[in-house]
């Protein structure tokens, strides 16, 4: 019996290996896939960046193998030395080359034929019970749960960056601007810090979706489960996940956690794109508000005169990658059957481009910010007296005139004063007069206009009083120190 | 005499305007007919309304408004609600002049309160009065969401516990892959929905900060109690930032984009079940309040309400895409550009509702054909079965699937299936097939389903499993329902 079987394994054994390449599949099939199928569907070039996750997944679902009496010993040892021995290879590998060679169509099949190659016949014990449907869903999840902390900390790091500026720079006032028309008196920093809460939000988005992405999806086969008797719980913990998937056909089928993370990332550089439209404006020579470094900057091959705020300009751009990226991967999803199809091949090729992008362009808008100047003559002659309209309207509401008829008094001032040519500082104390007894006294009217008063009205949570906005800094940094401290633990 | 003239001034021009002391021309009609927002908004009454009564009572608790005037601000705050209540009940839509409905409150305020009108919008700006409005509707308005998603689940779960005995194929690439019992496969459905649920109530503590006491966007120009007044409106928090909260729609981007994805789970539950509902699979048959027919063909039985869940996909995606554009590369605080976001929460919010209730409604009435799931089972389908028979005696997975592969092959050849290719071929290909008997017994559902006892699997067991944690899930929210 036991040389029977041992004629026959050999005689499976080169049907397998007689294809010039190692397949997972082909039993059934008489010819080879097209050559031009194979270039689409080959996920090589892209996927081979799971080597380690993969390698991982299947150390994992050996040892679960073993515990669940399915493997026996000596080909559990066998595997994972021969995992060992094919991660420190692909390592080098890629090192060396920055690709594999390998003609196999996927790194699942590199995996395992390499793997042959040093335990043998183990080997081919590995793939019992498991499909690439949940074997290649894990290896993009564990990635995820390894690589997504390393935007936590870039943004993290940009929060930072933000923050110190406006530590440093509270003194400076300049417009803030709605409609891009100049509004009121702004503190700088608190310009500065309403770009810091929006990416403060973008930290927490990311983290909420971890309850969800830390599920291991292994044990749910191709779609039907596990055939064998496992424990998919302990499989999933000795892997790192917090839980495991509930449903198999789910597990397989599902990119939820991807489309969350394409829909956060353009969020995320939303964001980043409107803070680079606001510095570029600012950078404008007609601005001049802003200067950035020769470092992220780049010049003119044709004017020597020019500074352009490249970084900047490119991060606002990716928004608009980064839109696209997430809504043709959702375009991908819609309307397609459950389980798994090949169209969702697609997801590691754009999970890539979208990560190393967002974290470019995090870096670049760090230290561009980090970097960059202030001109605050400047950002003092963006004021103008016209911007203290309002507090003229207000300083009448103090005195009992009810805001609405406060708001098209201080509107017939403008008027008049744009009709004589003036503005509101330097129109006569008469003309205000006559058009409104509450304006109060010569000097009264004057100490309205003073920049540093102006903004020291909105004392009130948020404002961009002093003490407004150094409270805003305290919660920052608090919020701050914790995940300095989580990353050093 | 001058306070009287300048109330003419205000009053002469045929609407009530809430900016134009400076300017000397009117806005041109085209201009008007893209700005004026009031087609849209005024939905938001109620919460304009309300947000006012709360401004005008911060306003009074800080000492900028006399109780008088608060008082009479209450007052006509409530008659102004309870006459524009009636003439949408009766005409639908309001006929008033005004840009939007923060103009055509006030207007109507003075009319009934005087004076004291021209005192609400003191230190506040349309730019943190009208973010609040939005972030009240979405706060009110969302919850229906989650009881319709609930819904939906509660009726897939309970068709699953019914229906449990139903085995079928299981498709991968849409095509035969395994036995899967029925159940699992609407539970699949079942668990993404779950998910949305908690990704919405995720959104909340963003969304529950109040913007009001941000002004246009440097702030409250007045000393207020921003936190009580933020409490008084029902919110958790307020905004940290003046200049943040009146440009950020985050809140918005987040909702969309997660409505888009609801809808991608709802497109792919429709494709599944219009697959199903075709008569070469004829698993599924809609009932005649979720189908159409044709004008021309009389036989035809469409499952257009599916139909028109999986092409809303498309739409949604559409609103989100387009809203993060609108945003993209847009300076801060206030530009017009974000008018649109109401336009779009309100069509992408009223049509997800209609989506998930057809969705419910679709599914509690279809009926599934026992048969027609049987008859889309075949032996070929146990092949992974007899793979893990050889397993278990031994056989390297590896080889046992290709061992398999040369049996469907060798049955092709001989123009049969698995199922009743000899024995003889069986053993030729490899002992480790077993017995006949072994082999025989292998070609059954049943028996097939039954291995997959792991947790999530398709085994009876582990179905049960899920609708037991399902169950618990539900429960929690029909007690916070009914709370």
Not at 222 to 242: M, Q
Not at 412 to 430: K, M, Q, V
């Amino acid at each position: 019996m036991i040389k029977i079987s041992f004629l026959y394994s050999n005689t499976a054994l080169v049907n397998v290996m007689s294809s010039s390449k190692f397949q997972l599949w082909g039993g059934c099939f008489e010819e080879e896939p097209s050559s031009v199928l194979r270039r689409l569907n080959d996920s090589l070039p892209v996927d081979f960046r799971l080597f380690r996750e993969d390698i991982q997944g299947s150390r994992a679902w050996a040892e679960e193998l073993f515990q669940s009496h399915h493997l026996s010993a000596n080909d559990n040892l066998a595997i994972q030395k021969g995992l060992d021995s094919v991660e420190k290879e692909i390592e080098q590998e890629l090192t060396e080359n920055g690709k594999l060679k390998d003609a196999e169509e996927d790194i699942h099949s590199v995996i395992e034929c390499r793997l042959f190659k040093h335990s043998g016949d183990a080997a081919f014990r590995l793939h019992t019970a498991r499909s690439r449907n949940d074997q290649s869903a894990t290896d993009t999840r564990l990635w995820m749960l390894a690589s997504l902390p390393k935007l936590t900390s870039a943004i993290v790091e940009l929060i930072t960056v933000l923050a110190t500026r406006a530590e440093n720079e509270i003194d400076i006032i300049s417009a803030g601007y709605t409609h891009l028309q100049r509004a009121q008196p702004v503190r700088w920093s608190h310009f500065l810090l309403s770009h810091a809460w929006a990416l403060r939000d973008d930290v927490t988005r990311l983290e909420e979706q971890r309850s969800r992405l830390s599920r291991c999806p292994l044990g749910s086969g191709a779609l039907a489960g596990c055939a064998l008797t496992i424990d998919r719980k302990r499989l999933a913990l000795n892997l790192g996940f917090d839980d495991i998937t509930p449903n198999s056909m789910f597990a397989v089928g599902s990119r939820d956690h991807l489309v969350e993370f394409f829909n956060w990332a353009s969020l995320c550089a939303l964001h980043l794109s409107r803070l680079a439209e606001d510095l570029i404006i600012y950078s404008s020579q007609e601005y001049g508000i802003v200067r950035f470094s020769d470092q992220f900057s780049t010049g003119s091959s044709l004017m020597p005169q020019k500074r352009n705020p490249d970084g900047q300009e490119l991060i606002r751009g990716a928004a608009g990658l980064f839109l696209g990226e997430a809504f043709g991967f959702s375009c991908v999803l819609k309307g397609l059957p459950s389980t798994y199809n090949k169209d969702l091949q697609s997801d590691k090729e754009l999970l890539f481009r979208t990560y190393d992008r967002l974290l470019d362009c995090l870096k670049i808008s760090a230290g561009s910010i980090r970097t960059m100047k202030v001109n605050i003559d400047r950002a003092l002659n963006s004021l103008e007296p016209g911007m203290l309209a309002t507090d003229l309207a207000h300083m009448l509401v103090r005195r009992g005139v009810p805001f609405r008829k406060a708001h098209h008094l201080v509107g017939t001032a403008l008027l008049r004063a744009t009709n004589l040519g003036l503005d509101l500082r330097n129109l006569p104390y008469s003309e205000y007069i006559a058009i409104c007894p509450e304006f109060g006294t010569e000097e009264e009217l004057k100490a309205v206009f003073s920049w540093e008063a102006s903004v020291e009205q909105y004392t009130s949570s948020g404002g961009t009083a002093r003490k407004a906005v150094i409270n805003q800094l305290e919660i920052l940094h608090i919020w701050l120190q914790k995940y300095n401290k989580e990353c050093t633990v």
